[in-house]
């Protein structure tokens, strides 16, 4: 089994923000494969299903942000997940808008998602889909910057962003699977 976060902020206000790029993609992805994400546990709304032939659970966790790692470490325990289970999708501002990359392992690069995770399950050795998101002009804090909506001519660009990370997610199902 594989567990597929999409990281954001839970709320109204927070929905089409630059933050909420993971939630986004997960709702995509399970869309395209028929799982609902609707069930309350583990600090997040989940759904099981079948994606390339791997039973996976999609998790949105309900926590902020800074506290993404308790919904993981709470999956984690109760199905005896590792690391090497988890594919994280978050947004990047190292990466520009329409960029969208695949990473194994590493720090947590500024990301407070990804700061509570490792901090949570003590590795920084899952795989992470990276969102780019763009930097904010010069003179406005990140964090207000990721937690604004994307620009009316972003939203095609990402669109396709979206549909690349889907496609890594599939690629990483079919390459790792045990």
Do not use: W
Request: proline share 2%; net charge neutral; aromatic share 8%.
């Amino acid at each position: 089994m594989k567990i597929i976060v999409g990281l954001g902020n839970y709320g109204e206000k927070y929905e089409y923000t630059r933050h909420n790029i993971g939630f986004i993609a997960v709702d995509r992805l399970a869309s395209e494969y028929k799982i609902r994400i609707n069930k309350k546990g583990h600090f997040s709304f989940i759904g099981k299903g079948v994606i390339e032939g791997e039973d996976v659970i999609i998790a949105k966790p309900q926590t902020y942000m800074n506290r993404s790692g308790a919904a993981v470490i709470s999956i984690f325990s109760d199905y005896s997940l590792s690391a090497s289970d988890l594919i994280v999708i978050h947004d990047d501002i190292d990466l520009a808008v329409g960029k969208v990359k695949k990473k194994l392992g590493g720090g947590d690069a500024g990301h407070r998602g990804i700061r509570s995770i490792i901090g949570c399950i003590a590795t920084g050795d899952f795989h992470r889909i990276r969102i780019g998101v763009g930097r904010p002009h010069e003179g406005v804090e990140a964090s207000d910057y990721v937690l604004s909506p994307f620009h009316r001519d972003e939203l095609e660009i990402i669109d396709g962003s979206i549909e690349k990370a889907i496609e890594l997610v599939k690629e990483i199902l079919k390459t790792n699977s045990h």
